[in-house]
């Protein structure tokens, strides 16, 4: 019985020292592990040289060029910098520096549609609006153009950023020689031209009528 109780508190006293144990190996924010150590990390823009020992701390060496830390860290190299590929249709907006990757933005008359961290890494082209249509709100760097449908009696060739409304041929003295539709305007001529070119149509059709 004796035995069972020693063994017990044994057991306790096994779980409670890795307890203990596991409450001091863990590391602060600011540092990171080797070989059970807590070690000072390294500020952005450097990296791990050599790590921390009993009489020395963290030795850090600055990021080579086109490479960056943004952040604090216990990295034995720095991170490349990212590049702005045009065949995805972006370009740099800001340029990599030790302490911050590149920041990609896309080409113009395009808007983004995978990014990471803030920076563009893949873009589209901006939709076109159709005739019949007009742009109701200009695509933008993260947005597609967003185009609206004419209503009865106006037009857009899918340019406009409003639809006009079609031109009133009596109202300037004129004839309709052709109707308006959503993506054209009407077409007005002279009314005497218009008379003249119809009477001419009359008496051809009844001149040659007896011989038909």
Same mark, same amino acid.
């Given at each position: 019985?004796k035995?069972?109780?020693l063994g ?5 006293? &096994?779980?409670v020292?890795?307890n ?7 590391? /602060?924010p &600011?540092?990171y592990v ?6 000072p990390?390294?500020?952005? /823009?450097?990296?791990?040289?050599s790590?921390c020992n ?5 030795t850090c060496?600055?990021?080579?060029a086109l490479?960056y830390?943004?952040e604090?860290?216990?990295l034995t190299?720095?991170f490349?910098c $990212? ?11 800001r340029?990599?520096?030790?302490t911050a990757?590149t920041?990609?933005?896309p ?6 549609i995978?990014?990471?961290?803030g $920076? ?18 200009? /695509?933008? &760097?993260f ?5 609206g449908?004419?209503?009865? /009696?106006t037009y $857009?060739?899918g ?10 041929c ?7 020689i ?5 993506s054209?305007?009407?077409e007005c001529?002279?009314s005497?031209?218009?008379?003249a ?9 009844e ?6």
């Open positions: 019985m035995m069972i109780k017990f508190i044994l057991s306790i006293a &096994a779980v020292t890795l203990f144990e596991l409450c001091f190996s863990v590391c /602060g &600011a540092e080797v070989n059970g150590e807590c070690c990390m390294c500020r952005p /823009g450097t990296h791990v040289h790590d009993e009489d020395l701390s963290t060496s600055p990021c080579p490479t830390t943004d604090p860290n216990g190299a720095c490349p $990212s590049l702005c590929n045009a065949v995805r249709e972006v370009r740099v907006k340029s990599c520096t030790r990757d920041v990609c933005e080409l113009d008359g395009f808007y983004c995978e990014q990471n961290k $920076s563009c890494t893949f873009a589209v082209q901006h939709s076109e609006c159709h005739p019949g249509q007009y742009i109701r709100q200009a /695509g933008t &760097a947005t597609d153009t967003d185009c449908n004419c209503a009865e /009696g $857009s060739n340019s406009f950023t409003t639809c006009q409304p079609h031109s009133k009596d109202t300037e003295g004129l004839a309709e052709k109707p308006g539709t959503m054209s305007d009407a001529g002279n005497t031209s218009v008379n070119f119809d009477s001419f149509l009359n008496w051809t059709s001149t040659i009528a007896p011989f038909l």
